[in-house]
Nanobody, 122 residues
Framework: QVQLVESGGSVVQAGGSLRLSCAASGRTFSTYAVGWFRQAPGKSREYVALISGNGDTTYYKTGVEGRFTVSRDGAKNMVYLQMNSLNREDTATYYC???????????????WGQGTPVTVSS
């Protein structure tokens, strides 16, 4: 069983940066792909980024590529989302999720964290 806990969300000014963390329990976490999602108030949840289990492959939502970077530290069972050049449209609660499947469809995520809120102020 994998449990995920996000952290790092905060209030930040437009143009600023944040690094979100996703801490995982479980000895087999390195076998899981991890996705980052976000949900803004009144909107549906949307995919943001994805990293493979070994960290070699990453994908990004159009609009965040070049600003966001997903990475993982296998030794620490951690996945990170570095977010730069933040704008108000990035305001949302951010979630990490883990999947045994590859490639991954949103329906294939087995484990979800509780989310961490990010607010970008102008």
């Amino acid at each position: 069983q994998v449990q995920l806990v996000e952290s790092g969300g905060s209030v930040v000014q437009a143009g600023g940066s944040l690094r979100l963390s996703c801490a995982a329990s479980g000895r087999t976490f390195s076998t899981y792909a991890v996705g980052w999602f976000r949900q803004a108030p009144g909107k549906s949840r949307e995919y943001v980024a994805l990293i493979s289990g070994n960290g070699d492959t990453t994908y990004y939502k159009t609009g965040v590529e070049g600003r966001f970077t997903v990475s993982r530290d296998g030794a620490k069972n951690m996945v990170y989302l570095q977010m730069n050049s933040l704008n108000r449209e990035d305001t949302a609660t951010y979630y990490c999720a883990a999947s045994k499947s590859w490639p991954v469809d949103e329906a294939n995520y087995d484990h979800w964290g509780q989310g961490t809120p990010v607010t970008v102020s102008s």
